[in-house]
């Protein structure tokens, strides 16, 4: 059983930044991603990012303004989000799965945390 706990959403201008961090506990991870929903939307793959090797993937509508990157030694699975638009707004959530290997599907992640709101205003 893995636990993990997200933080660092907040209400930010366009064009501005945030960090989320997840805090992860309980067991190994092959890989972590993070996935997002907005009102009335289905919950969308943002990024992931294989535990060990490092190798990350992205959806297209962040790439080159979202970077995803972990801290091993600390657990911790962080989300650098720059020039954030209106359209970034929902709950931000993170998700592991023991397997390795990179996939944006939701139904391959095993654990997921609370979320996180971000909401970035025009």
């Known amino acids: 059983q893995a636990q993990l706990v997200e933080s660092g959403g907040g209400l930010v201008q366009a064009g501005g930044s945030l960090r989320l961090s997840c805090a992860a506990s309980?067991?190994?991870?092959?890989?972590m991603a993070w996935f997002r929903q907005a009102p009335g939307k289905e919950r969308g793959f943002v990024a992931a990012?294989?535990?060990?090797?490092?190798?990350?993937y992205y959806a297209d509508s962040v790439k080159g303004r979202f970077t995803i990157s972990r801290d091993i030694a600390k657990n911790t699975l962080y989300l650098q989000m720059n020039n954030l638009k209106p359209e970034d707004t929902g709950v931000y959530y993170c998700?592991?799965?023991?397997?390795?290997?990179?996939?944006?599907?939701?139904?391959?992640?095993?654990?997921w945390g609370q979320g996180t709101q971000v909401t970035v205003s025009s």
């Open positions: 998700a592991s799965r023991p397997y390795y290997g990179l996939t944006s599907g939701s139904g391959n992640y095993n654990y």
């Open positions: 309980g067991r190994t991870f092959g890989s």
């Open positions: 990012i294989m535990w060990s090797a490092g190798t990350t």
